[in-house]
């Protein structure tokens, strides 16, 4: 029986901790309730429930907010409600996609420097972390979406060619200390390859870290895709919260505000949502926090 399946049936492990402290946080819940909320809708949206409506234009021109339209409409007579909506459904889709494959690659990468920490596969890893980490955030996010321009993946191989440095600096971390432990040693007493022993005995047990680093990557992306999208590089075909408030940049200053407060209050309610959510699950996962 190895070390992960010790983890996984054992009462007192550290996700069974986790959880109860997890559910003891009231501010945590709340946010993963927030989340919910707004994975419900994106789901809405991907099943053509609602939001799909959201380019049908009117004579309604600049509409106050009304119960047909819950944040009125723009100066081509679409409904601003609608269009946040279907932005939800984008934000998720960047998000998830950017996770997901930083995640994965930072996890890999990161899990091989730090078993061969010191050799030639650690320098290569450590040299790319320094480039990327000395070029400044969203001017190398900004070039690459730019130079990409032409592709609708430009922005997310933008994002995760930055976001997974992190994930790899953490995780390499962690595996220097974890290769010291004894059931690494009794894996390679036994035989097991290399491949093995990093993939299904290692890298299983920085799941917890991989978890709180995946939420603060999710909001990060959703980020970085409203500041894009507002400068022109991210979202072209479609809508989504940076496309709505740079088209409110003109609609400010007429006077009419439906725009930029269905974006602006949409994103807000979110990130707080989510920031409230990793919050309680880096408290929840923290070794040094339970007992």
């Known amino acids: 029986m190895n070390h992960r399946q ?4 054992n009462p007192e492990s550290l996700w069974h901790k986790s959880w109860v402290k997890f559910k003891q946080d009231r501010m945590g819940i709340s946010g993963a309730i927030i989340v919910l909320l707004y994975l419900g809708i994106a789901l809405g949206v991907w099943f053509g429930l609602w939001g799909g409506d959201w380019g049908t234009t009117t004579d309604a ?3 106050s907010p009304s119960w047909q339209h819950w944040f009125g409409t723009n100066a081509i007579g679409q409904d601003v409600a609608e269009r946040a909506i279907y932005s939800t459904k984008v934000a998720f889709e960047v998000g998830l996609t950017v996770t997901v494959l930083s ?4 996890a890999i990468l990161g899990a091989w420097a730090g078993f061969f920490s010191g050799r030639w596969i650690d320098s290569i890893v450590l040299w790319l972390l320094g480039v990327l980490d000395s070029i400044p955030f969203y001017l190398f996010v900004a070039a690459v979406a730019y130079a990409m321009q032409g592709s609708i993946f ?8 930055v976001f997974w440095t992190t994930t790899a600096r953490i ?4 595996v220097i200390k974890l290769k010291q432990q004894e059931f690494v040693e009794a894996a390679q007493s036994l035989g097991v390859k290399t491949p093995g022993i990093i993939f299904k005995h290692i890298l299983p047990n920085t799941s917890h870290l991989l978890l709180v680093q995946g939420t603060i990557t999710f909001v990060a992306a959703i980020k970085t895709e409203v500041i894009l999208s507002f400068l022109g590089l991210g979202v072209k075909n479609g809508i989504s919260w940076g496309l709505m408030i740079s088209e409110a940049t003109n609609d400010i200053q007429a006077g009419y505000f439906n725009n930029f407060a269905a974006a602006s209050c949409f994103l807000f309610v979110l990130v707080i ?3 409230l959510f990793s919050d309680a699950v880096q408290d929840a996962l923290d070794p040094k926090k339970i007992h």
């Open 171 to 174: 995780i390499r971390a962690e």
């Open 103 to 106: 995640t994965l690659i930072g």
């Open 61 to 63: 021109f600049q509409q």
């Open 273 to 275: 949502g989510f920031n």
């Open 154 to 161: 430009a922005m997310h191989v933008a994002m995760v060619a």
């Open 6 to 9: 010790n983890i996984q049936l």
